[in-house]
């Protein structure tokens, strides 16, 4: 297609995204972008949602994977050709998700693989799209539909607020990061007059001294509301939940669902859920007031499980935390000690067994989720990260960050990504000879990344989908695609 003709933006409506995507493609239109829109939803339930509120009729994958599952039969030669075809991710990683959330057998894992790289093929050529707006890899639709793309030569991209809290970047990257952020930062030219050179300065000071969580981690993500507590798991049994629960399975599985739990898996759940809260009640495994000066320790945060973004950048490490502790262990230097903290969302999901198994560690200390995360990290010999966010923050307080994965921030000075357990093992001796991050360094991450992203929110949903914040979207979203897409005004 020429530049300035009418582009083909397809937009893969799930979830969250599902009145959002739909909000923001109609604004796009009503201000005149030149493009035809195309919607992807996963369920009866999305499809019904879209087109009882938007008069939008679009591609349903649930039902496609019910009907293709009567006729699926798979050829010898089948995945030998996918191998051939798609080779830029490895087929089995696209896999790892499912493999690890929904424990899926072999023979489902493939039906999946290749009844998604059907769905995609045929919407992305029938439909003639020129971009996907989706969220980044994630769940097998969504590494799917990420490697298809770039197969042939469709623009990716998902909005995504990392960094500096209620602000919003593009990323079109397999590992989520910030796109032209290491440009950025190396190219450039710091205005001090300027206002974003104010901000930088503030948000510098702001995170060296008295540094803040993200507003929405205290909130519903989708209501809103306020979370001060754990009140779901107080009481045992909670009896309202689990008369709630055959209604809840009934309509996920009328609505065909992508995933769906079985009413065993749903009440096994929660079941879980209460008899871990009990125990934490009476059992005390997590340290708390800990003197942060009486030994030289490195800190490593726990993630929360079950977020299946984190598979495309954390790899078999996220699913293994363990073994990855273990890891660790053997490779701190002597007389040190690893503080494990626990994260403060979704407790107590982890099972009793998993603190048991790096509790049994001599160098370890399990360090409650309540505790200081600020003091220490700011008392620790450094950070060791599969990739989250506190590298970022020790980052900006001038501590050395050692990642395990892939992280946005992996480029910058002061964060050494451990290739092997040999280098982790040296990362981590001479650590107090590492150089890092001087002030100029913060600033200028500091700086492009507010020339990078705008402001706007992502989270709860309920603020996403306000107009006010949808039209916080649109100008930056015109220039990205007039950028990368060629997307012109009519008129």
């Known amino acids: 297609m020429k530049i300035g003709s009418m582009k083909n933006i397809g937009w893969h409506t799930r979830s969250g995204h599902l009145d959002f995507f739909a909000k923001l493609s109609s604004r796009l239109k009503e201000k005149g972008n030149d493009i035809c829109s195309h919607y992807i939803c996963h369920s009866k339930a999305e499809e019904k949602n879209l087109k009882d509120k938007y008069n939008i009729t679009p591609w349903n994958l649930g039902d496609y994977l019910e009907e293709r599952k009567k006729t699926f039969h798979l050829s010898e030669d089948t995945l030998s050709e996918l191998e051939d075809k798609y080779n830029l991710i490895p087929l089995r990683r696209l896999l790892w998700s499912e493999m690890y959330e929904k424990g899926f057998k072999e023979h ?3 039906f999946h693989l290749v009844a998604h790289i059907e769905f995609w093929e045929k919407f992305l050529t029938e439909n003639r799209i020129d971009c996907m707006v989706s969220e980044r890899p994630s769940i097998l639709s969504t590494s799917v539909l990420w490697m298809l793309c770039k197969k042939h030569n469709i623009q990716f991209v998902d909005f995504i607020n990392i960094g500096i809290d209620g602000r919003i970047v593009f990323t079109s990257s397999w590992y989520g990061d910030i796109d032209y952020f290491e440009d950025k930062y190396r190219t450039i030219e710091i205005d001090e007059m300027s206002e974003t050179y104010r901000k930088t300065v503030t948000y510098l000071e702001k995170m060296t001294t008295l540094p803040e969580k993200p507003k929405y981690i205290f909130k519903n993500l989708q209501t809103g509301d306020i979370i001060t507590s754990n ?8 009896m309202g939940n689990i008369f709630k629960l055959p209604r809840r399975i009934k309509h996920a599985i009328t609505s065909r669902a992508y995933y769906t739990d079985t009413i065993t898996e749903e009440y096994l759940s929660i079941f879980m859920l209460h008899l871990r809260s009990v125990y934490h009640r009476l059992f005390h495994i ?8 009486k030994e030289r320790y490195f800190l490593f945060p726990l993630h929360i499980l079950h977020e ?6 954390m ?5 293994n935390t363990v073994s990855v ?11 040190s000690k690893l503080y494990v903290k626990e994260h403060t969302t979704n407790f107590p999901e982890k099972s009793i067994s998993f603190y048991r198994a790096i509790k049994r560690h001599q160098q370890v200390r399990l360090i409650d989720r309540f505790e200081d995360t600020y003091k220490l990290l700011r008392n620790s010999g450094g950070v060791i990260t599969l990739g989250g966010t506190i590298g970022w923050e020790a980052f900006l307080i001038g501590k050395a960050v050692v990642i395990l994965g892939e992280a946005w921030y992996k480029h910058l000075p002061g964060v050494y990504k451990a ?22 360094d913060k600033i200028k991450a500091i700086y492009a990344l507010f020339e990078l992203s705008f402001e706007a929110q992502r989270y709860p949903i309920v603020d996403l989908i306000t107009a006010e914040n949808i039209e916080r979207y649109i100008e930056p979203f015109e220039s990205w695609l007039r950028d990368n897409v060629g997307v012109s005004k009519s008129g």
């Open 108 to 110: 489902i894992l493939i």
């Open 231 to 238: 009140e779901l798991y107080k009481n045992f049994p909670k």
């Open 286 to 293: 997590f340290e708390k007031n800990v003197d942060l000066t």
């Open 308 to 313: 299946w973004s984190n598979y495309p950048w």
């Open 315 to 319: 790899g078999l490490k996220y699913p």
């Open 325 to 335: 502790v273990s890891d660790i262990v053997s490779c701190i230097p002597l007389g």
């Open 419 to 440: 290739k092997s357990i040999e280098h982790l093992t040296a990362l981590l001796q001479g650590i107090k000879k590492l150089p890092l991050a001087t002030k100029e």
